[in-house]
């Protein structure tokens, strides 16, 4: 997300950090590069240049040339201009009317729009734990419908029956009608795309709304396409009562055009931004989180609330209670594994932590490797995992061959494991898990960090393994060099 943009700034950035005095021509000759660095991520040409006016106007202060880290300084006034610039806090959805809240999804063909009605159904059920209702009010292409009805069974949300032949407003009002008898909290509707934004497709927009009285109506605009996206919401914006935009493909958006744009061409706030294919990968948007990500200053929030949505309470707590007694078997190593999976690999967590954004190491640590991990503890038996000393030399060819590896790499994971388990022993002696979790702040000395699980148990944070915040490429040794077979 955002990389070629970060790459820039970060460079720009470099030049200043560390010196001990800034002169207001080198202030000046950095913020010009900050707006060429903008116009080549296609952020729109008014925001650019009034978002460097403002920030040198600032940098250029008192405050910064008497600092003690001038460079610092400057990068924080830009940090905290392009919060602003994103729209400052997390505009959430407003659900808040009597049931069922309509979410009306709006968009071009194409966008992401029905994926992502999906997505956000799928979040509003197992997350705010809403009883959801999707409806596809898509005439026009033929099997719309039915795709939506698909990404229903796949999200296990329910969707309005079919019924052939019905205008859009007519399934509206029989959506509308459903989702109130059958006491749903929200129902999301689906509407038709076009290619571009046309009187047709307003006046339709606007007929369903008139039908529904949407609590929210969202705009789905593709990031990739940069400013096209916020001339699309721009065009809507002028006809339709938008109350937010959410931003698709933001995984592949190298630049962040739209994003940095959006708000301030179309007033309208983002509220989400999708990041995969996947139901799950869409995230609220945090405008304080995504500029941290964009200077390189990672993004810990976020990185501790996907572990806390994604680790299964019980295994967390199963595993601390086990750690404490200082016992880590193969069995708590693969969950280990698991669970970094599910947030997304190695890849994607280190990029979210502060300061491993530019660790080659960390982003390098091949993703396969964890997938062969598994295969290996799971070409072994209960017993062996429990108890990997064991495992002979006879039994470790057979392992290296029912999961495609080497006897070299089964080695490296039972040398692993062996540095875990006196690890946990070790730290059984210092007194014990919940110490060690505090001291890494694990869970609560985390910002954010309030009702979540015990995360130095969650997270690998606890473990000598990935290390809590500052503690970059702390993976187990060897980690990253099991072989590519
Ligand atoms: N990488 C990535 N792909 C996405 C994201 N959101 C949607 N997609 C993909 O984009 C493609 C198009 O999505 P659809 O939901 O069918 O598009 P649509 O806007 O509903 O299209 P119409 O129904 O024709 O209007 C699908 O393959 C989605 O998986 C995202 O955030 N990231």
Not at 3 to 24: I, M, N, P, Q, T
Not at 234 to 252: H, N, P, Q, Y
Not at 259 to 281: H, N, W, Y
Request: charged fraction near 25%.
């Amino acid at each position: 997300m955002f990389d070629s943009l970060s790459d820039r700034l970060s460079g720009v950035f470099d030049k200043l950090r560390g010196r001990g005095a800034l002169s207001e021509t080198e202030v000046r000759a950095a913020m010009r590069e900050v707006r060429v660095a903008l116009l080549e991520a296609d952020v729109a040409l008014p925001v650019a240049r009034e978002f460097v006016e403002e920030v040198t106007e600032r940098a250029v202060g008192e405050e910064v040339v008497r600092s003690v880290t001038p460079g610092q300084m400057v990068v924080k006034i830009v940090n905290d201009a392009l919060v602003e610039l994103l729209g400052s806090t997390n505009a959430e959805l407003d659900l808040n009317t009597s049931p069922p809240a309509v979410v009306m999804m709006v968009g071009l063909q194409g966008s992401g729009k029905t994926t992502t009605t999906a997505k956000l159904a799928k979040r509003l059920k197992e997350k705010d734990r809403k009883k959801v209702m999707m409806a596809s009010l898509d005439v026009a292409r033929p099997a719309a419908q039915e795709q939506l009805a698909v990404l229903g069974r796949q999200a296990g949300v329910d969707t309005l029956p079919i019924v052939a032949g019905q205008s859009p407003t007519d399934i509206a009002k029989r959506a509308l009608e459903s989702a109130r008898l059958q006491g749903y909290d929200v129902l999301m509707l689906d509407t038709a795309g076009r290619l571009h934004v046309d009187q047709q497709l307003m006046d339709e927009m606007n007929a369903i709304a008139a039908a529904s009285k949407p609590a929210e109506t969202l705009l789905v605009v593709d990031s990739l396409t940069g400013q096209d996206a916020v001339n699309v919401a721009k065009g809507f914006g002028a006809e339709v009562e938008l109350s937010g935009v959410i931003l698709t493909r933001m995984d592949g958006d190298a630049r962040g055009g739209a994003a940095l744009s959006m708000r301030k061409v179309t007033g309208k706030p983002i509220k989400f931004a999708g990041t995969g294919e996947g139901l799950d990968a869409i995230e609220p948007f945090h405008p304080d989180r995504v500029a941290g990500r964009i200077l390189g200053m990672g993004d810990v929030v976020s990185l501790v609330e996907k572990a806390a949505e994604t680790v299964k309470m019980e295994d967390a707590e199963r595993l601390a209670k086990k750690m404490e007694k200082g016992k880590f078997d193969l069995d708590d190593l693969a969950l280990q594994i698991k669970q970094m999976q599910a947030m997304g690999g190695v890849g994607a967590l280190a990029k979210m932590m502060p300061g491993m954004k530019g660790m080659k190491a960390a982003g390098d640590v091949d993703e396969k490797a964890l997938t062969r991990l598994e295969a290996m503890m799971s070409s072994m038996t209960p017993g062996e995992r429990a108890k990997p000393k064991i495992i002979n030399a006879k039994r470790k060819i057979r392992i290296a061959k029912g999961s495609g590896t080497t006897v070299q790499d089964v080695n490296k994971l039972l040398k692993m494991h062996q540095q875990m388990e006196s690890a946990m022993k070790k730290l059984k002696k210092m007194g014990g898990f919940g110490k060690l979790a505090a001291m890494f702040g694990g869970g609560k000395g985390l910002p954010g960090g309030d009702g979540m699980p015990d995360l130095g148990g969650a997270l690998p944070g606890g473990l000598p393994g990935l290390g809590g915040p500052g503690a970059p490429g702390g993976l187990p040794p060897g980690f990253d060099k099991f072989s590519k077979k």
